[in-house]
C-alpha cells in the first residue's frame, strides 16, 4: 500500500517520542507538523516536512494530507479533533479523546457526519502483555475468570515538571494512564456497571495516585468479573504489573517497560536460563506452586498504524471504534465522582 501522507499536531514526547518513531518504522510520511519550539527536531528527522505554526496552517492544504495525528496537549483535543474534522481529513488521536464524556461524544457526533473518518490511538490493545492475555482468555488456560489486576506503578518522588503532572484540568495519571487502564479492561472483560475510584495528588498539582474498582456487567450466566486497576507515581515497591485470576490458574506479568519491580527476580532467572532458540516469554502461568512461562505473543504497537493504513487505503475496520473512548470516559468520569462524594457511581 501506499505511504500515509501525515500531518502531526505537537512534536514532543508523544508526537516526537511515539507517533513519529512508528511512522518511520511502517514507512509513512509525516509531511508536515504543528510546532513552535520544536522546528529543528522537525527537520533533523524529516527534512522535506513543513513546518507551520498551528492548526489552521497545517490545515490550509488538506489535499496535501491523509491523515491527521493530534499529539497536542490532553485539553486542546477537542479544538483540534473538531478542526481536523471539519477540514474532511481523518484523524487519529492520542488517548484520551477528551476530558469528559460529553466531550467525547460530540466529536463521535461530528466525525460520524464527516464519513466516521475518526480513531483513537490506544495503542496498549498491542502491547505483548494484552496480546499475550488475549490468547490465553481465548484458549480457556485461566477458565473463567473473576478478577483483573494492572497496575502503572513508578518510585518518582521528586515532583515531575510535565504538564500531565502540572495541570490539574489535564487530568494527571487519571486521564493519562487511567484511560489505557480502562481501556484494556473493557476490552477484555466487557462494559463496566459499577466504579469506585481513590485519587490523590501527593507530589504534584495534578492526580498521580490512582485506584479504581470497576465491576463489569454480568455475562450470560450472571458471572461478574472485577477489574482493580493502580497507577501511581510514589510507589516505592511497585506490584506485578498484571495478574489476573481465574478458577483453572492465573496470569502473572512481574514488569512492564523495564520498569524494576520486587517480582522482577522471576523473569531474570527465567530469561538466565532460556536458550537462545527458545521464544521470549511474556509473564507466567501459575497455578499454585507450579509456574510456566508463557510465550509472547506477536504484535506490536506499530500495527496501529498499520490498520490505520488498512483502514484509510482498502476501507478496512476502524483500528479504534472512538464510541469506546466515549465509555472510557464515561468511566473516568464516574471515577472523578466517585472520588469527589466518597461512593461507589453505578453506571446505568
Not at 485519587?199 to 504534584?204: D, F, K, N
Not at 468511566?331 to 466517585?338: G, I, P, S, W
Amino acid at each position: 500500500m501506499e505511504p500515509l501522507r501525515v500531518g502531526l499536531i505537537g512534536y514532543g514526547g508523544a508526537g516526537r517520542g511515539i507517533h513519529a518513531r512508528l511512522l518511520r518504522e511502517t514507512g509513512d510520511e509525516v509531511v508536515a507538523v504543528v510546532t513552535r519550539s520544536r522546528a529543528d527536531a522537525v527537520r533533523e528527522d524529516w527534512p522535506a516536512a513543513r513546518v507551520v505554526p498551528d492548526v489552521d496552517a497545517l490545515l490550509a492544504r488538506p489535499e496535501d494530507l491523509d491523515l491527521v495525528v493530534v499529539a497536542s496537549p490532553t485539553g486542546d483535543h477537542v479544538a483540534h479533533v473538531r478542526a481536523t474534522l471539519e477540514a474532511g481529513v481523518p484523524v487519529l488521536v492520542d488517548k484520551p479523546l477528551a476530558t469528559t464524556e460529553r466531550d467525547a461524544q460530540a466529536l463521535v457526533r461530528l466525525a460520524q457526519e464527516r464519513d466516521g473518518r475518526l480513531t483513537v490511538f490506544q495503542n496498549r490493545r498491542w502491547d505483548p502483555e494484552q496480546l499475550t492475555l488475549r490468547a490465553l482468555l481465548d484458549a480457556g488456560e485461566l477458565g473463567r475468570v473473576h478478577r483483573f489486576e494492572r497496575r502503572w506503578e513508578r518510585f518518582r518522588p521528586e515532583p515531575q515538571h510535565r504538564w500531565k503532572e502540572q495541570d490539574p484540568d489535564a487530568g494527571g495519571l487519571l486521564l493519562d494512564l487511567g484511560a489505557h487502564l480502562v481501556d484494556s479492561a473493557v476490552q477484555l472483560f466487557g462494559p463496566v456497571r459499577r466504579v469506585h475510584a481513590e485519587l490523590r495528588a501527593l507530589t504534584t498539582p495534578a492526580v498521580d495516585d490512582v485506584f479504581l474498582a470497576l465491576e463489569h456487567a454480568p455475562d450470560a450466566d450472571g458471572h461478574v468479573v472485577l477489574s482493580h486497576l493502580q497507577a501511581g507515581g510514589l510507589v516505592g515497591a511497585p506490584g506485578p504489573r498484571t495478574r489476573v485470576l481465574g478458577d483453572r490458574g492465573a496470569y502473572l506479568v512481574t514488569s512492564f517497560e523495564g520498569e524494576p519491580t520486587p517480582f522482577a527476580a522471576l523473569d531474570d532467572a527465567q530469561d538466565h536460563a532460556r536458550r537462545t532458540e527458545e521464544p521470549e516469554h511474556e509473564g507466567w502461568l501459575v497455578r499454585g506452586a507450579e509456574r510456566t512461562p508463557v510465550p509472547r505473543a506477536p504484535g506490536g504497537h506499530a500495527d496501529v498504524y498499520r490498520a490505520v493504513r488498512r483502514w484509510l487505503r482498502e476501507d478496512g475496520p476502524v483500528p479504534v471504534d472512538p464510541q469506546d473512548a466515549v465509555r472510557t470516559a464515561r468511566v473516568l468520569d464516574a471515577a472523578r465522582r466517585a472520588a469527589d462524594e466518597g461512593t461507589t457511581v453505578v453506571l446505568a
